[in-house]
């Protein structure tokens, strides 16, 4: 399966703590988005990143946030010292090219619990 | 601001029946919309789109109707199947630099019963 890898699937930690969210994009894709979703809400766009570069970052939030896409490697979302606000999916998609049609490839989510 | 909005949480229908998902929106400036389709535990599944020069697009039991004096969009699946129990999300990319930046309805429940 070529899919949009994710891991881990569930990660629980203690507020204070620091979570890692790893996003395996599909074969021969350069370009990763990550997604936020809430309890009861719909996804909201966090980050947009190309190989080694930050596109996008209009959504996410100024502290504690921060992603990368490195020439070798998944593309990780680090969330530092984590609230119980943080606990949410997050969805990794990628495409092939910077498409202008939104038809993006979505991971299966990491789902974060902050206890 | 909710810039696309789904104001129906859930909807349920009998299998064989139509189900219609609503979707309104605010920003004239979106010129392309997409629906996903999203199983629990699983990321959502892009199903069908439809570009502001058309005000339908058809594939297979699913159709998309645009109406863009009224900003607001449908998805008609026709018959529905117990399969197509999913929360269905309606997006509009933001276009430019922001490739693949979506925003997305809060989501539609259908459950389809046998």
């Known amino acids: 399966n070529a899919g949009v890898m994710q891991n881990p699937r569930h990660l629980v930690r203690r507020r204070g703590q620091e979570a890692r969210l790893r996003c395996s994009p599909m074969?021969?894709?350069?370009?990763v988005y990550w997604y936020r979703q809430l309890p009861e809400e719909g996804l909201k766009f966090m980050v947009y990143?190309?190989?080694?570069?930050?596109?996008?970052e209009s959504g996410m939030p100024k502290e504690r946030f921060s992603a990368e896409f490195p020439k070798e490697g998944p593309s990780i979302l680090r969330i530092q010292q984590v609230v119980r606000g943080d606990s949410a999916a997050y969805f990794c998609a990628s495409s092939l090219s910077g498409t202008n049609t939104g038809e993006l490839f979505f991971g299966e989510g990491s789902r974060l619990t902050v206890l | 601001d909710q810039q696309v909005k789904q104001n129906s949480p859930s909807l349920s229908v009998q299998e064989g029946r139509i189900s219609i998902l609503n979707c309104d929106y605010t920003n004239s400036m979106f010129d392309y919309f997409l629906w996903y389709k999203k199983y629990p535990a699983e990321g959502p599944t892009f199903l069908i789109s439809?570009?502001?020069?058309?005000d339908k697009n058809e594939d297979g039991r699913f159709t998309v109707f645009l109406n863009k004096s009224a900003k607001h969009l449908s998805l008609h699946i026709v018959p529905s199947q117990p399969g197509d129990s999913a929360v269905y999300f309606c997006?509009?990319?933001?276009?430019?630099?922001?490739?693949?930046?979506?925003?997305f309805g809060q989501g539609t429940i259908l459950t389809v019963h046998p």
């Open positions: 439809i570009s502001s020069i058309k």
């Open positions: 997006a509009a990319p933001g276009g430019g630099t922001s490739y693949g930046k979506l925003t």
């Open positions: 074969k021969g894709h350069s370009h």
């Open positions: 990143l190309q190989k080694e570069n930050i596109i996008d």
